[in-house]
C-alpha cells in the first residue's frame, strides 16, 4: 500500500510539473477573468506535504481582491477554480442556480467499497438528489426530538466519569478535551444511529471505541494527496479512511437493518428505525416542522417516486452519520468548552441561562434548550470562529454564465466559497478576532447579510444534520455548565494554536482544560 503512495506521488508530481503552471498561469484570460496565484501563500510541495493546506491560498486570494471586486480565477492541481468573495454571487450559486452546481468534488474519491460509493457527501446529480429527499424526514424537528432522552442519560453518565476523576480535595479534575468529548459523541451517536449502548463513557477502550477512533482520525497527508491526485488513488485503489474501521461499522447496520426488516426486533427510536420506515414509506416529514430561512432554502422534492432507498445506500448514511456525528461534533466541543475557558464571564452568563431549565433530577427537554437565546449565540460564535469546514466547494455540472458580473464558470470547473475569511471579514463581524457572542445577537443577526455565516453551508446540498448536530452540542454544554466551572490548565495555551489539514479546522489533540465540581 505504501508502495502505492509513494508511486502516486512521484508521478503526481511529475505530471505537475510537466502539465502544471506553465500550460495553466492564464487559462481564465479567455474569460476575462482575473487570474490569482495561490503559491505565494502556499506552494504545490507545501500543499503535498501536510505543512499548508489550499485555504491558505483562499485566505491570500480574499485579501488580494479589492473590496468591490466580486470573484477571480485560479488553478489548483488539476482543478479550474472559481473563487468567490461576493455574497449576492455566493447566493446565486448555492440556491438561485443551484441546478448548475448541483455536485460536490468526490471527497473519497472513486472506492471499490459499494457502500462507501454511497455516502451522500459522494453521490451527484438525480441520485444525490433523490437520496437527500428520501433521507430529509429522519432530520427534522419531530424526528430529533426522539433524541433527547439519549441525551440527557448519555449527558448524565458523562458527568458522573468527569466528577469520579476529580481530586478529593479541591474538586477539580484535569481533562485531555478530545478524548472526552468523543466518549460523550460516541455513545450519543451509537444510540441514535444503531439504537444500543456502546458503553465508551465507561469503558474508552471498548472495541467499538477504538474503531470509532480509527474512523473518526483520518490520515489527513492521504486525503490532501487523494483531493490533488483523485484518479491515482482510484486507479491504485488507495482509500483515505481506515477500511476495516468502515466495514466494523457496516458490519453493525448490516445486521441492524435486517433485524428490523425481518420484524426480529422492537421498535426502536433511532435511525435505523426511520431508515426502515422510509424504504416502507412510512416516514414523513412533520407537517408542523417550523423550518427557518435556511432550512427552506436547503429542501428538495423527491420527484422521483420510483426511487428506491437501497440497503447499501441506508447503510452508507448510516455510517455517514455516525462519523459526521462523532468526529465534527466532538470537534466543535472541544472548540466550544475550549473558549468557555478562555472567557469566564460568557461561561458564566451562559451558566446562568442554562440553569433556568435543568429539571431537579438533572435534565431538560428539547423545547427548554432550543429556546437558550445566549447559548445559540454562544454556538454560532464558535463556529464562526473555528469551522469545521473551511470553504464550500461546487461542482459546475453545466456551463454558467452569470449576467450581471459577467462571470463565466466552465462545466468541470470547481466554484469555491472561503467560509473562514468570510467569517473574519470586518465588514460582516465588529470583532473577527474575538470571541465575541454579540455577533449573534438577534439585532445584529438581522442586520447582517445571512450569506456571511456559512457554517453548515447553504442551499440544497448544506448540512443535513445541522440541527441534530446543533441540539446534541447544546445538550452536551448545558450537562457540563450546570455541573462544573471550566478553566485553562497550565498546558492550555491561549489563544488556541489549532491545526488545519485537509480543508478541515481541528482542535489540538493535547488540549487540556481543568474541570472544577460545583
Not at 499 to 508: A, D, E, V
Request: charged content about 25%.
Amino acid at each position: 500500500m505504501w508502495f502505492a503512495l509513494i508511486s502516486v506521488i512521484v508521478i503526481g508530481l511529475l505530471l505537475y510539473k510537466l502539465l502544471g503552471p506553465s500550460n495553466t498561469s492564464n487559462y481564465w484570460a479567455q474569460y476575462g477573468i482575473r487570474q490569482l496565484d495561490g503559491s505565494p501563500a502556499a506552494s504545490q510541495k507545501e500543499i503535498l506535504t501536510g505543512v499548508k493546506d489550499v485555504t491558505h491560498r483562499d485566505t491570500y486570494a480574499y485579501q488580494q481582491l479589492g473590496e468591490n471586486e466580486q470573484f477571480c480565477g485560479m488553478i489548483e492541481s488539476h482543478l479550474k477554480v472559481i473563487f468567490i468573495k461576493d455574497l449576492e454571487l455566493a447566493k446565486k450559486i448555492l440556491i438561485k442556480d443551484f441546478d448548475h452546481f448541483v455536485d460536490r468534488r468526490n471527497f473519497f474519491v472513486v472506492s471499490k467499497n459499494s457502500v462507501l460509493n454511497k455516502l451522500l457527501s459522494s453521490l451527484t446529480g438525480q441520485e444525490w438528489k433523490n437520496t437527500r429527499a428520501a433521507v430529509s424526514p429522519a432530520f427534522t424537528t419531530g424526528k430529533i426530538r426522539r433524541y433527547m432522552e439519549s441525551f440527557n442519560s448519555i449527558g448524565k453518565d458523562w458527568v458522573n466519569m468527569i466528577k469520579e476523576k476529580a481530586d478529593n480535595d479541591s474538586k477539580t479534575a484535569k481533562v485531555n478535551v478530545l478524548p472526552t468529548v468523543s466518549q460523550f459523541t460516541t455513545d450519543v451517536i451509537a444510540q441514535g444511529v444503531f439504537g444500543f449502548d456502546a458503553g465508551t463513557v465507561r469503558n474508552p477502550n471498548s472495541s467499538f471505541a477504538r474503531m470509532a477512533n480509527r474512523l473518526g482520525n483520518m490520515n489527513q497527508w492521504k486525503v490532501s494527496l487523494s483531493l490533488h491526485f483523485p484518479k491515482f488513488f482510484q486507479f491504485f485503489g488507495i482509500d483515505i479512511i481506515d477500511m476495516e474501521a468502515f466495514r466494523f461499522f457496516q458490519t453493525i447496520v448490516s445486521q441492524g437493518l435486517q433485524a428490523r426488516l425481518g420484524g426480529d426486533t422492537e421498535k426502536r427510536n433511532d435511525f435505523l428505525q426511520m431508515m426502515v420506515e422510509v424504504k416502507k414509506g412510512e416516514l414523513k416529514a412533520d407537517g408542523n416542522d417550523e423550518l427557518s430561512s435556511f432550512e427552506k432554502d436547503a429542501e428538495i422534492k423527491n420527484e422521483n417516486k420510483q426511487f428506491v432507498l437501497t440497503d447499501d445506500i441506508i447503510n452508507a448514511q448510516s455510517v455517514t452519520f455516525f462519523f459526521a456525528g462523532f468526529s465534527t461534533t466532538g470537534n466543535f466541543l472541544a472548540f466550544a468548552l475550549y473558549s468557555l475557558a478562555a472567557y469566564p464571564d460568557i461561561q458564566e452568563k451562559l451558566r446562568e441561562e442554562v440553569r433556568k431549565i435543568v429539571k431537579k433530577d438533572g435534565t431538560f427537554n428539547y423545547d427548554d434548550v432550543s429556546q437558550l437565546v445566549y447559548l445559540d449565540m454562544v454556538c454560532c460564535e464558535v463556529l464562526r470562529k473555528f469551522p469545521a469546514g473551511l470553504r464550500v466547494e461546487r461542482m459546475c455540472t453545466k456551463d454558467y454564465k452569470e449576467p450581471e458580473s459577467g462571470m463565466f464558470v466552465p462545466k468541470g470547473s470547481l466554484v469555491v466559497i472561503p467560509i473562514k475569511s468570510i467569517h473574519n471579514d470586518k465588514r460582516y463581524y465588529e470583532k473577527p478576532d474575538e470571541f465575541y457572542p454579540e455577533h449573534f445577537s438577534p439585532e445584529n443577526k438581522a442586520k447582517r447579510n445571512p450569506y456571511a455565516y456559512l457554517a453548515f453551508g447553504q442551499g440544497p446540498r448544506n448540512c443535513i444534520g445541522m440541527r441534530l448536530a446543533l441540539v446534541q452540542s447544546k445538550a452536551a454544554i448545558a450537562h457540563v455548565l450546570h455541573n462544573f466551572r471550566i478553566e485553562p490548565s497550565e498546558t492550555t495555551k491561549i489563544p488556541m494554536e489549532g491545526k488545519i489539514g485537509s480543508l478541515q479546522y481541528l482542535p489540538p489533540d493535547d488540549l487540556e482544560l481543568k474541570f472544577t465540581v460545583l
